[in-house]
């Protein structure tokens, strides 16, 4: 507008003067801080919620499979803001198959079928209660933590897998570290403050484009061109948040997105966020597609480092198959407690 200058740099509103052209523009007098806090997207306790939810994954093939393994993580993680009261994994095709828990703590069955096929369906049904009503009940005690923070050697040992960023060029992570730093400086170095503004400038400035990105695309392509699905938004996140000694690691699961009708198709799929290790608190999630910390909106199935480490199924064909056709349809639907 006529009068006011607005400076951006790197994506990032680092300076906002002149004149206030239309409703909440901030006064010229008003610190940056508060101009990029107002809007950010700050969690309210909400009640707890149970959800079923349909996992249902289908391959086609042009010819038989004679042989071939399915590593599934489908079963919902079981802890104190999570409680699975059921959960099973159903495959239209006979196989033996052994469960175990994966290095991240990750619940997964691996199948060996040695039928021919040429279509093969996995379902997975589960209810859980969510728990997580308040993400921010660690405040009463809150005490300021500030950027960089400092970890005890043994808790950077243990921490490491996390606080590793994806192995890009120098002058890619230069860059992000710069942008990485801009949230950190007018956040006053406040660590709470720049995950939040940083999960909001994700949610309001990256655009949400399917058949844009690849499974090869790194966080710098993410923030070069602005635009991904949440994969993508999700690694963006971890990158920035690793280069600020942030750990941080990669949550698949499912979101909910609100009723169901009967007269109405809708499909949905597995969603990715992350998940931000804060000091004497623990785990906390961010949904940077969405914008919000998680709560009882958001399902956790698996985690790890990197989206390799928490991918819902993996499949190899030893013998057979041809061309593969694969489809995945998700539903979540409230269940009355």
Excluded at 114 to 123: K, Q, S
Aim: with cysteine; proline share 6%.
């Amino acid at each position: 507008e006529a009068g006011r200058l607005l400076v951006v740099r790197e994506g990032a509103i680092v300076a906002d003067r002149g004149a206030q052209a239309k409703a909440g523009a901030r006064r010229a007098s008003e610190p940056p801080l508060a101009a990029a806090m107002r809007n950010v997207h700050r969690p309210r306790v909400v009640p707890e919620r149970r959800l079923s939810i349909e996992h249902r994954t289908r391959y086609l093939y042009d010819k038989p499979v004679e042989r071939s393994s399915q590593v599934l993580r489908l079963t919902p993680v079981h802890d104190r803001l999570q409680s699975v009261r059921e959960s099973a994994i159903e495959l239209s095709v006979d196989g033996k198959f052994r469960d175990y828990d994966d290095v991240f703590g990750n619940r997964v069955r691996r199948v060996e079928i040695d039928t021919p096929y040429t279509e093969l369906t996995i379902v997975a049904r589960s209810v859980v209660d969510l728990l997580d009503t308040d993400p921010l009940s660690f405040r009463p005690l809150h005490k300021r933590w500030t950027i960089p923070l400092v970890w005890m050697p043994w808790q950077r040992h243990m921490l490491q897998p996390y606080l590793l960023p994806e192995e890009l060029p120098d002058s890619e992570l230069e860059e992000l570290t710069e942008y990485a730093m801009s949230f950190v400086e007018r956040n006053d170095y406040d660590l709470f403050d720049t995950l939040l503004d940083l999960n909001t400038t994700i949610y309001r400035e990256y655009a949400y484009k399917q058949g844009t990105t690849t499974n090869y695309t790194t966080p710098f392509d993410v923030y070069t061109h602005r635009r991904g699905v949440c994969q993508d938004f999700a690694n963006l996140f971890i990158c920035l948040a690793r280069l600020l000694s942030v750990p941080s690691r990669y949550v698949c699961g499912y979101v909910y997105t609100g009723p169901k009708h009967e007269n109405k198709l809708q499909s949905e799929a597995s969603h990715a966020w992350v998940q931000v290790y804060l000091p004497e608190v623990g785990w906390k999630g961010f949904d940077p597609t969405n914008g919000v910390m998680t709560q009882t909106d958001h399902v956790r199935v698996a985690v790890g480092r990197k989206r390799v480490d928490a991918t819902p199924t993996a499949g190899v064909v030893f013998l057979g198959g041809g061309r593969e056709t694969l489809s995945v349809d998700v539903r979540c639907d409230v269940i009355e407690r």
